[in-house]
């Protein structure tokens, strides 16, 4: 049998070739030839590579649609949706963690870019455990589900205040165990200097080193949320891992233009608690209902119209906010987005 035409994880490995191709080619265009050189992203820039990337995306449910079936590009769009949204918390967080660690507005795209080949490799681990648990044990499945009830009932709870990175274990233990330099140099995420007590050259870490290994812990945290619930959409493994690289890498591009407005989403997040309870009710409800599974195209207009309503409401409610709380921090012109210390 021709390799390309064996069959891993249910499907020909030339289908995960050209995928893994595709999106090899995207980071290649991206860094080495759009953004070779470090620059301030704007909002615009930053809404055409946005809209390129989900443009590619729903376009990929062409692809899936061709090589399975109308239920499973209803399931890709599905899961790409309710991934590409919950990962805007994301936004957040990474809007925090470049102010914390002043990363200029010029090499944040830089740290974004190598952050995302860590988000494939991890997000394929994490997947193809998840998968291999719920083909040897179907039940797991139920354990998802009830995980993202718990976590969208939880979602509802009063908002805290943001967490203070400098008491973070994971900071402690970097600043603890790495020899790391106050300042930025350029976009070098390591630099050799002499050690303070010894005079030696040793390498030390940079900021922009320390606030990557922190955006790569904050995805893993995300992701035990976000794949449970693609996985509750579906068990393909190539949807499920498809949906969520084409999701991350609009999501990376879109930050420039979301993190200056954050804000306006200030109520989306119980939006994104309802989108939860349903996807974790569906197996429930696909049981209660004697079906096989939960209607894919029910699923994705539900989906839709609970976003749809999140978003509307919280352009609705902020609309009228002062000026003053919707525009971005402007104290300290290396730093990102400031106002992600408030959000959070």
């Not at 994880?9 to 860094?31: E, P, R």
């Not at 949906?243 to 119980?270: E, H, V």
């Not at 349903?278 to 207009?301: C, H, N, Q, R, Y």
């Not at 609705?316 to 990102?336: F, I, L, M, Q, Y």
């Amino acid at each position: 049998m021709d390799i390309f035409s064996s069959l891993f994880l249910g499907h020909a490995v030339w289908m995960w070739l050209a995928f893994v191709s595709l999106v090899i080619s995207l980071l290649a265009l991206d860094l080495g030839v759009l953004n070779r050189k470090d620059h301030v992203i704007g909002v615009a820039e930053s809404l055409r590579f946005s809209a390129f990337y989900i443009s590619l995306g729903v376009l990929f449910a062409a692809f899936v649609w061709w090589q399975m079936d109308g239920d499973a590009a209803a399931q890709y769009l599905t899961a790409f949706v309710v991934e590409k949204t919950l990962a805007l918390d994301n936004i957040f967080v990474i809007a925090l963690i470049f102010g914390f660690f002043m990363v200029p507005a010029a090499y944040q795209h830089r740290v974004l870019f190598w952050g995302i080949l860590g988000v494939i490799v991890l997000r394929g681990v994490m997947i193809g455990l998840g998968a291999t648990l719920v083909e040897q044990y179907h039940w797991v499945l139920y354990v998802f589900a009830a995980f993202l009830i718990f976590t969208g009932i939880r979602m509802l709870k009063p908002h805290e205040e943001a967490p203070d990175l400098s008491t973070n274990p994971v900071v402690r233990f970097l600043k603890r165990h790495l020899h790391v330099t106050d300042e930025i140099h350029g976009h070098a995420f390591i630099v050799k200097r002499p050690e303070a007590r010894t005079g030696r050259i040793v390498r030390h870490a940079t900021p922009l080193l320390l606030a990557l290994i922190v955006i790569e812990i904050a995805d893993i945290v995300f992701a035990v949320d976000s794949v449970p619930a693609v996985f509750t959409i579906t068990t393909d493994p190539y949807i499920v891992y498809t949906s969520n690289i084409f999701a991350i890498l609009g999501l990376r591009a879109l930050y420039f233009a979301l993190a200056a407005i954050l804000r306006r989403f200030a109520y989306l997040k119980y939006a994104l608690s309802v989108l939860l309870v349903f996807i974790g009710s569906k197996i429930f409800i696909a049981d209660l209902m004697g079906w096989e599974k939960f209607p894919p195209v029910w699923s994705l207009g539900i989906t839709f119209a609970i976003l749809g309503a999140g978003i509307v409401y919280s352009l609705a409610r902020t609309s009228e906010a002062p000026r003053a709380h919707r525009e971005p921090a402007r104290e300290d012109k290396r730093a990102g987005p400031d106002h992600a210390r408030q959000v959070f």
